[in-house]
């Protein structure tokens, strides 16, 4: 499989998620990084949630990008984008990838077991 429709830029999406999730595991660092600066940012637990929120939320978006670009490709036909969009997302939800809150997954999984549209959070 190749995709590419969306120029690969999806794997930006996963970069992001990664970055901020560095910012959370750090976050109460009082460590110094090579240029003397404070590594932890001492964000406060509400902002570190949201933040917690967004890795998971760009989980999601990666997911469904990424999907939708094998489809658009031809990589995948309509059967297996569902299919494949629930396993994917059944994946993060039993990963944790993004461990706040897990709920907002957990509606969506059912969502999409009922229906073959794609539900909102």
């Known amino acids: 499989m190749s995709g590419g429709h969306f120029d690969y830029q999806q794997f930006r999406l996963e970069e992001i998620a990664t970055e901020i999730q560095k910012l959370i ?14 590594v932890g940012r001492h964000y406060s637990p ?12 760009l989980a999601i978006a990666e997911i469904y990008v990424t999907r ?19 396993e994917d997302l059944k994946e993060v939800i039993e990963t944790g990838r993004g461990e706040a809150g897990i709920l907002p997954l957990l509606r969506l999984t059912q969502c999409l077991e009922k229906s073959n549209q794609p539900a909102s959070l």
Do not use: P, Q, W
């Not at 595991?25 to 404070?38: H, T």
């Not at 939708?68 to 629930?86: A, P, Q, V």
């Open 25 to 38: 595991d750090n976050n109460d660092s009082d460590l110094l990084d090579e240029y003397s600066n404070l």
């Open 46 to 57: 509400e902002t570190i949630e949201k933040f917690k929120e967004a890795v998971r939320l």
């Open 68 to 86: 939708i670009d094998y489809l658009l490709s031809g990589d995948d036909n309509e059967e297996s984008f569902h299919r494949r969009l629930k």
